[in-house]
Each structure stands twice: as C-alpha cells, then as structure tokens.
Nanobody, 115 residues
Framework: QVQLVESGGGLVQPGGSLRLACRAS????????MAWYRQAPGKQRELVAV???????VYGDSVLGRFTISRDNAKNTVYLQMNSLKPEDTAVYYC?????????WGQGTQVTVSS
C-alpha cells in the first residue's frame, strides 16, 4: 500500500509564491512518473506539471514560466514551486504518483490566490 501526503497549500496574494510538497510512503520499489493536477470549482481536473524518472518535465500552458516541478528521489517527494500566482490559479491541487506503474492520488491541498 502507498500513501501520499501533500502539504504547502494556503492563502496568498496575487503575485506571491507557494511551494507544495507531496511525499510518498509505504511499499515502494520504484517511482516512475510524478505529477501535479488541479481542479477549480465547476471545472475539470487539469494537468499542471509532470516530471519523469529521468527528470524530463512537461507543463500546462497556463503555468509555463511561473511554476517549477522537481523531485527528491531520496525522500520520495515531488515539489511544485509556484511563483507569480494569479487568482485563476485558485484550485485544489492534487499530486499523482506512479509507483511500480500503479497511479496513486494525494488528498488534495487548497491554494487560494486573493487580495
């Protein structure tokens, strides 16, 4: 069994920054793909960023140049550094980690960008 624990969400003013973290624990042989998604009220869940096992990255168009995804393999943790935040970034952010080719979801963490 694999557990994902997210942290780092909160309330921030427009233009501010937040850093999200998601740590995987449990029965882990290898972690393949790690990603962040988000879901705003009334909208579908969308991909924010993904990082592969070789540290290749892909970003959603709306966050390109503002968000950075990274991973610490020793800690089984994926991070999302979010800069220049906008009100439209307000959403619940979920991590998705593929462990031994099985995908797991975190519980979600709320990010609210508002003055």
């Amino acid at each position: 069994q694999v557990q994902l624990v997210e942290s780092g969400g909160g309330l921030v003013q427009p233009g501010g920054s937040l850093r999200l973290a998601c740590r995987a624990s449990g029965s882990i042989f290898s972690i393949n793909r790690m990603a962040w998604y988000r879901q705003a009220p009334g909208k579908q869940r969308e991909l924010v960023a993904v990082i592969g096992s070789a540290d290749s990255t892909v970003y959603g168009d709306s966050v390109l140049g503002r968000f950075t995804i990274s991973r610490d393999n020793a800690k089984n943790t994926v991070y999302l550094q979010m800069n220049s935040l906008k009100p439209e970034d307000t959403a619940v952010y979920y991590c998705n980690v593929r462990v031994d080719w099985v995908g797991y979801w975190g519980q979600g963490t709320q990010v609210t960008v508002s003055s």
